[in-house]
Structures are given as C-alpha cells and as structure tokens.
C-alpha cells in the first residue's frame, strides 16, 4: 500500500480556538503530523496576503524605454512572424510558419535562482490548438541552437489554445525551470501557420507568488528546491493535534516562509490541568529557505498531550510551512515485523547511487588507475559483488527499478517524460511506513519529482537545488548537507538515497582531479575541439548535452582520431570518479565520527555505465552491453556486514530493496521481482565467498535481465528506434535486438566471465546457449508481462476522494 493510500491515523485537529475530539491514537515511537492532518478541519481563517510584485507585461500603457524595439515594447518576431505591432492594447501578428516565435531579451528581474510555477499569457487567435514558451539564459543568441532546440527538444511550457474569444492559457512545465533561466523568452502564440495573434498580456509567475497563494492544508512544498512533506499554515492559524507520546521524544520538525515580513512560529504543548508550555516561538525574517529546529517533549514522555503548532503576522493572511513535523523516539527501533535475518540489524541505510559509473574503471575492482582508493577500502572492510547485473542503461528506467524492485517492463517508465504510477510501492515508503526518517538527496530531474521518485522521503533536495546547474560534480555538495543531517538524526532510523553524479557529463573535474590524469596543456585544444565537434553531430540531444558526445562516425567526419579524442574525455572521466571517492571518503569518516558505522549499512553501486566509442558510441542509454550494464556493487557496515569477502555469483540492481529491507526487518510489499541477497552476505560471513546461507540453504543462479525499448521523446537516448533485452545466465550473455538496424544481428551471445564487455560474438560457436537462454528471455517475458502496473488513470479510480486528494497534494498524481 502506498503512503497515500493507507488509512490515515486519527487525530483531532483544529484551526484557532475551534477543536473537534477524535478517538485517542495509539502510542506509537513515530508520530508524523501530516498523517495525522485532517483537511476537512482546515478552515482557513485570513485570506492569502498577495504579493504587490508582478513579472508581467501589458501592452496598453505608455511604451518602456527601450533603445531598441520599442515600438513592440521589446518583444521582435523570432521567426514565422510577420507584421508584428502594438495595437490597441495588445501585441498583434500573424503566424507564417506552424512555429511562430517571437522573443523577448529581458535586462532585469531574472537573476535570481527562483522557480518558475507558471507563465500566464491573455490573448486571442484566429487558429490553432497549442501554445508555448522557451526560455533560454544565454547572452548571446544563436539562432539556430534555439530553433534546433525548439523542433527537436519541445518547450518549456506548454498548454491548449483554442480559436475565437480572449481566453488566459496558464502554461506549466514538467521540469523546474528558475527565472535564472529566463534572460530570453520565446513565444509561440498558435501552431497553425496564416493564424492571426492579439496579446493582451504576459506573466511569469514565481512558485513564491503561487504559494502566496495556496490554501491552508497538506502539500509537497519546496523552499529554494528542497522539498519537504508540508503543512501549510496562514496567520493566524493554529493546528491542534491530540496525541500519546513515546519514550524520548522530541518534534523534528523545519519552519519557513516565503514572505519578505517576519513570520512567527509558535510551538506548545498542553498535557491538561490548565495552561499549555511554550516550547518555539522562532521569528524567520529570511524567506525561502528551512530552519529546523528539533524540540525536546521529554518532560511528557508517555503522557497523552495536545500540541499547538501556530503562525503569526502583522499581516493577516502570511503564510508559514511546517516541515516534515515528526514526533520521533530517540533510541527507539521500530519494532521488527519479519523473523531474525541472518545479519544483524542496522539502524540506518545509507543507499549510494553513483551516476554514470563504469564498473571496470574502478581500481576496486582491479583498474589500473588507482580512481577509488576510499571504495577499495570500504570493499575490503565489507563485501564485494563482482557480477551485479543492472535493469536498465539510464537513469530514468534504472532508478524506478532501484525502488521497486520491478523490471522497466512491470513498472512502465520507459522514456523521458513518464513517471512511475503512484501504485508502485516504493523502498522510500516502506521505510517511511516503519518509522524511519527518509530522505533523497536527487542530483538530477530523473530522480526526484519528475518521475514520481518522492514517494515515501520526508525531504528530497532536488538537483535544482545545486548551487552550479551546469556542473555534474555533486557530491561534494550533497556530503556537505547529508553530514549534519545525520548528526541530527544520529539517534532515530533513517533511510538515506545519495545520488551523486560526478562521472557524469560534462567529465571535466574540479581541481585537482582535472589534472590528475589529462594532461593539462591539451585542455584548451580538446574544448575548443569539443565545440566544433558540434556541428558534425547529427543528433540533437548529443549535439547540446554538456560535453560533446559524438559517434565514431562524427569523429572520422570531423577528421579526428576518435581514440586520442575519447581518450582524453575518459583521462576527465576517471579524475571525476577519484574526485567523488574522496566526497564518500568523508562520508565513511563522519559515519565513524558519530558511531554510526557500526550502526548502519551502506550501499554503493552505480545506476549504468558510460561508453566510451566500445561499440562506436559515448553516453549511456543506447544499448544493454557490459560497458552500460555491469555495475560495481558493495556492502559496507562493519556491525552487520561481514569484512573482506568477494561475491562471484550473478545478482541485479532490483536485488537490492528486498534485501535491505530483510536486513532491516521489514516485509516487502507483494509482487517483488528482486530477491534477498541476504543468503550471500550471510554465506560471505561464513567463509564461503557468499555461496552458502549461514542456516544451510543454498543460492540459486537464475537470469539477470536488463532492457532498452523504443522511446519516441528526443530527451532519450539515441538510438530511440531499437530495442533489445539481455540475459546473463551461467557464465553466457545474449542479447536479444528485437527492434534493430537493417543487416544487424538479431541474437549476439558471449562469454560473459571472459568477455565482460562484449567485444566477441560467439553465437555461431554455442547454437544450442543461443536456444537455451531464448527460451529463458520467452518465460521472463511471459512474467513480466503479467505484473506490469497500471498508469495514474486507472490505478487512482478505486480509491476515495480524501485518497485521492491526499496524492495530488504530496504530488504523486498530477
């Protein structure tokens, strides 16, 4: 059952002086506020304080003053416009093309990092069905990179138009696009080419000012793209919450706003006999940022208490967040809901999720370069996988796959703009079902929010909380943030997914690890390279990614060596994986610092690969051969994990959510495709290289499998027109091209303990391997096919209206 869908606890709750008594909870040593919260009892008491700051323009003023354009109030005809006027009031044209664009250079107002919630355009057209809006933050336009961009990337927000009247269209985006971003805007007013345009007016409007906005209640609120589950008070609200605390509590809990004016919060408690104890009264002056602040409620330890949580303003109507509000028992465990696994159980799980990361470029797993010393440490003081099969060869397919333990064809998230059904059930919520305190720390869009990938964390920093937006180097940063979070948190459970990104493109490192393996006088020249390289690839999404990322073919075409090229990417690529192994490095030795190590298990493994021109591509997504399929896996935790030993059997990336959930004691939801590798920890402990369960019972080899569909949004990864599935069985590999270029092989097969990386088709050689394992990908098939979720439109129409509401709120439907 997902977060949204189980039974919420029962709780009174009440705004001012209003109350309304429910049936006492039952103690528990977690108790979340937002589970608790009862919509139907917020009513809101002071109407939202609207802010007197619009990003808008109207076109039925005096015209501004503007050295250029200014007879069209700054906005010129891009491309497909022609006769392009201010005309009574509205900004007026007619479309040549079936793209329209016209553009907007903004000089101030869009400095600042903030998110973009809206863009709200007041106009007429004679004709058409779709508008839309790019923006761009260059200072320099270069026109066909943005028409480039326009035809084979979409737009940034989009929405219907329909022909006739003046009609306000509030266009939306998928992504979290900042006004940092909206130096340049470009309009497309219609889509069909002839059609006439009158604009009344158009508006940015700032997530700030939408949540100026938003009613009192439940929400998945961001301040400055670090998201927490939400409950949002107006002054002068007050929420009453009735409940039994635990032994040791105390109220984890963040406060903010997003107002310039002071906010007050006002914490107390009231365990009866007259009169309640001030426990907060904080003033946040700082808008869009969290403070938190941990109250002690020691002096009421299991003692049924009324707790008031309360906003204050000089103006009626401000808007106060209460973050992620928690009553948590220090020292307490939940109770186990499972038998004794054979490991011991740890306090915490630290799940590290390294981008991009190629298992043979490791030196902890035999590299010639020494890229991961702190790793190799860590892997001889646990254990070592050496045959972890991964599901999927990017991102947005591999990490649905991390938290479900579902094949990509049972959880359905495929291309670039799907997201995984609110249905799943995810490892994040079964932690956050049992007590544990849960946060992501997302290096990019595909792991957080736009996939659906929130499900089940209190807190989720997004990557757009990143203080350099084109730089791929994260770790340092998200160490940074984790370090104190676990000193706060030192004392409860916690589950933690750390995505750091560093060998991810564009490979060029930060100081020193630029230098450690490239050469440092050929920098300049590679770059320089780098962008003319450009103009010969033919794909747009390889052509505008951070670095240059061409085939073979483009590097012949630009009469460049493709191996002193690519060489010189990979010399950037391993300094950035010694850069991020210093980042864990740290992370290890906070972990010691605060005795936690020998309290919590840690999990290191990679979501894919990287190719580097093996079978005559760079990037990751394209194909399911070793380079982008065989991932590092290690265990550490020197209180529960066994030390130094090295595991050859095969396992996959879907083993690893019921396996820590088993070391943790919990059951895992039905319908789970991974299984434990508890079995081969256990056996590891025993002496025997992870082959035998420490009660007897022995592990059984059976297919790991990985795929890559046809995908139709240019944000996937070329080619998006093949498709093939892989199987990994008793030391063989074939690859099924079930979709596939004229004259390629339908089948490959190789020897998959010699030839890790694919290089030797052997298929002709082993006719009856070649039948076997199509026989084993049919069954699978046959499987998966069965459990596949259903989509948001079928899955939600069981479910009651309070449920319903409740997933839209924390954002797991749209």
Request: aromatic share 8%; net charge negative; with cysteine.
């Amino acid at each position: 059952m997902t977060t949204g869908r189980r039974i919420l606890a029962v709780v009174a709750v009440s705004l001012g002086a209003a109350s309304c008594r429910r049936p006492e909870p039952q103690p528990s040593p977690t108790i979340r506020l937002v589970d608790l919260y009862r919509p139907a009892a917020a009513a809101q008491q002071a109407a939202p304080a609207r802010s007197a700051a619009r990003t808008e323009w109207r076109f039925d003023g005096p015209a501004p003053r503007l050295e250029k354009n200014a007879a069209t109030w700054g906005w010129t005809a891009f491309d497909g416009v022609s006769g392009l006027a201010v005309r009574n009031g509205h900004l007026v044209g007619r479309a040549t093309t079936a793209m329209p664009m016209l553009h907007l250079a903004r000089s101030p107002g869009f400095e600042e990092h903030e998110a973009i919630h809206a863009i709200e355009v007041r106009l007429k057209v004679s004709a058409g069905r779709t508008m839309a809006v790019k923006l761009d933050r260059s200072k320099e336009i270069d026109r066909d990179q943005i028409l480039d961009g326009a035809r084979n990337f979409g737009w940034d927000f989009t929405g219907p138009v329909n022909a006739g009247d003046v009609q306000t269209q509030t266009l939306r985006s998928q992504f979290l696009e900042a006004t940092a971003d909206s130096r340049n805007i470009f309009l497309r007013p219609t889509d069909a080419p002839g059609a006439t345009f009158e604009i009344e007016s158009v508006r940015i409007i700032t997530r700030r000012e939408h949540l100026e906005g938003v009613a009192s209640g439940l929400g998945w609120q961001g301040l400055s793209e670090v998201y927490k589950e939400t409950l949002v008070s107006r002054a002068p609200e007050a929420l009453r919450f009735e409940v039994t605390l635990p032994s040791r509590p105390v109220l984890d809990l963040a406060v903010g706003t997003v107002e310039d004016a002071p906010v007050r919060f006002h914490v107390s408690v009231d365990a009866g006999g007259g009169g309640g104890k001030d426990l907060l009264r904080r003033t946040v002056t700082r808008p869009l940022r969290w403070e938190p602040v941990p109250l002690d409620l020691s002096p009421w330890a299991g003692r049924k208490v009324t707790l008031a949580l309360a906003v204050e303003a000089d103006q009626p109507g401000a808007i106060g967040f209460w973050g992620a509000p928690t009553i948590r028992s220090l020292g307490a465990m939940p109770a186990a809901t499972t038998a004794a696994a054979a490991l011991p159980r740890p306090q915490g799980v630290i799940l590290v999720w390294m981008d991009t990361l190629r298992r043979d470029h490791l030196s902890a797993y035999g590299y010639r370069r020494p890229t991961t010393p702190v790793l190799a440490g860590l892997a001889g003081e646990g254990v070592r996988f050496d045959d972890c099969i991964g599901q999927a060869t990017w991102t947005k397919v591999a990490t649905p796959s991390l938290f479900t333990s579902l094949y990509p064809s049972a959880h359905g998230v495929h291309d670039f703009m799907d997201r995984l059904p609110s249905s799943a059930h995810t490892l994040a919520e079964s932690y956050r079902e049992a007590g544990y305190a849960t946060l992501s720390l997302s290096s990019i869009l595909f792991t957080g929010r736009f996939s659906n990938l929130h499900q089940g964390f209190e807190e989720v920093h997004e990557g757009t909380s990143l203080p350099d937006q084109a730089s791929s180097k994260t770790a340092r940063e998200y160490v940074d943030r984790l370090l104190p979070w676990l000193e706060a948190h030192r004392e409860t459970p916690f589950f933690v997914f750390l995505h750091v990104s560093d060998p991810h493109d564009p490979y060029k490192p930060a100081p020193p690890y630029d230098t450690m393996w490239a050469d440092p006088s050929k920098s300049e020249e590679h770059e320089r390279r780098g962008k003319e390289l450009r103009k010969t690839i033919t794909d747009p999404l390889l052509r505008n990614m951070g670095s240059a990322v061409p085939t073979r073919e483009d590097l012949v075409k630009a009469r460049l060596d493709p191996e002193a090229y690519v060489g010189y990417d990979r010399d950037w690529y391993d300094g950035s994986i010694r850069g991020m192994d210093a980042e864990l490095g740290r992370l290890a030795e906070r972990l010691r610092d605060l005795g936690l190590d020998r309290r919590t298990v840690v999990v290191f493994t990679g979501d894919h690969g990287e190719e580097f021109l093996d079978h005559g591509r760079m990037l990751h997504g394209q194909s399911v051969y070793g380079e982008l399929n065989h991932m590092a896996l290690v265990f550490w935790g020197p209180g529960t994990i066994p030390a130094g030993a090295a595991v050859e059997a095969t396992v996959q990336t879907i083993d690893l959510m019921p396996t820590l959930l088993e070391l943790s004691r919990l059951p895992g939801p039905p319908g789970l495709q991974g299984r434990s590798l508890v079995p081969l920890l256990a056996g590891a402990r025993a002496g025997g290289a992870g082959a035998v369960h420490a009660d007897g019972s022995g592990w059984t080899e059976r297919p790991a499998i990985t795929e890559k569909a046809v995908t139709v949004d240019n944000g996937s990864p070329p080619p998006r027109d093949t498709e093939a599935v892989s199987v990994v069985l008793q030391g063989y590999k074939l690859i099924h091209h079930t979709k596939r270029p004229a004259g390629a092989p339908e089948f490959e097969l190789f020897d998959h303990r010699r030839d890790p990386l694919d290089g030797t088709d052997v298929a002709a050689q082993h006719p009856e391997v070649v039948e076997r394992l199509k026989r084993e990908l049919d069954a699978w098939r046959k499987t998966v096919s069965a459990s596949r979720l259903k989509p948001d439109t079928e899955g939600t129409a069981a479910l009651s209206t309070e449920e319903q509401e409740r997933l839209r709120a924390l954002g797991y439907v749209q």
